[in-house]
């Protein structure tokens, strides 16, 4: 099976925690390229990272990192120090090399709140 | 990345009637897809637009409710036909970017939010 489970369906923190949204893929693929997505509540889609099988760094960009586990399938993103400009739906994606096409996580809706 | 623009950006509409949404990219693109997001869900696959040749639609699409156009590399239609409200949802393109060789990244369009009365 190819499928993203984000099993947090809402979180909601107080502003200036920190958050991670947890990301579990399934492939059967050996390469694989793994995505996250925001969407704020106007709607679009936002790429905020991509990341290929074979390159396990993680990857820190301000207040964002992202911690890719090839041993427990798992792509997990935090939020250091959270805002409510970050309040938005969070999606993890997955392309395996097989298949151009995106399979999408079912979201984690972030509140944070004032 | 591409800029990406839909139009329109949301409409209301009649039960039966169709709407046409268009997806224009600043650049060339080989690969444009539509996607839907019901309320409260996660994005589905409507079908690869493909320059010069037909759709390639998922399972569970068909072309003659969801007729796509792609006359050039920068831009395509997404038509919603006999639209009940269960199509009431955000409709979304996005392009293929990325280098020769490697599985593209995918960025989306500003999206068309559709309800249906």
């Known amino acids: 099976a190819q499928k993203v489970t984000q099993a947090q369906t809402e979180i909601s923190v107080v502003e200036k925690e920190d958050v991670t949204l947890d990301c579990v893929y399934e492939?059967?693929?050996?390469?694989?390229?793994l995505f996250w997505y925001k969407q704020p509540p106007s709607g679009e889609l936002v790429f905020l990272i991509r990341r290929n099988s074979f390159d396990e760094q993680n990857e820190i960009s301000g207040r964002y990192s992202w911690n890719f586990q090839k041993s427990t399938s798992s792509f997990n993103f935090t939020i250091t120090a959270s805002q409510v400009v970050d309040s938005a739906v969070y999606f993890c994606a997955l392309i395996p090399d097989s298949s151009y096409k995106l399979i999408f996580g079912s979201g984690t809706r972030l509140l944070v709140r004032p | 990345s591409a800029v990406i623009s839909q139009k329109p950006s949301r409409d209301i509409c009649q039960r039966g009637t169709s709407l046409t949404i268009q997806c224009q990219v600043d650049?060339?693109?080989?690969?444009m897809f539509w996607y839907r997001q019901q309320p409260g869900q996660s994005l589905t696959l409507i079908a690869t637009a493909n320059q010069g040749s037909e759709a390639t639609y998922e399972s569970g699409f068909v072309i003659d409710k969801f007729p796509i156009s792609r006359p050039n590399l920068t831009f395509s239609t997404l038509t919603v036909s006999n639209m009940s409200p269960e199509d009431s949802s955000i409709y979304l393109c996005?392009?293929?970017?990325?280098?020769?060789?490697?599985?593209?990244?995918?960025?989306f369009g500003p999206g068309t939010r559709l309800t249906v009365l």
């Open positions: 996005s392009v293929e970017e990325g280098l020769a060789g490697e599985t593209d990244t995918q960025y």
């Open positions: 492939t059967r693929d050996t390469t694989y390229y």
């Open positions: 650049s060339q693109v080989t690969m």
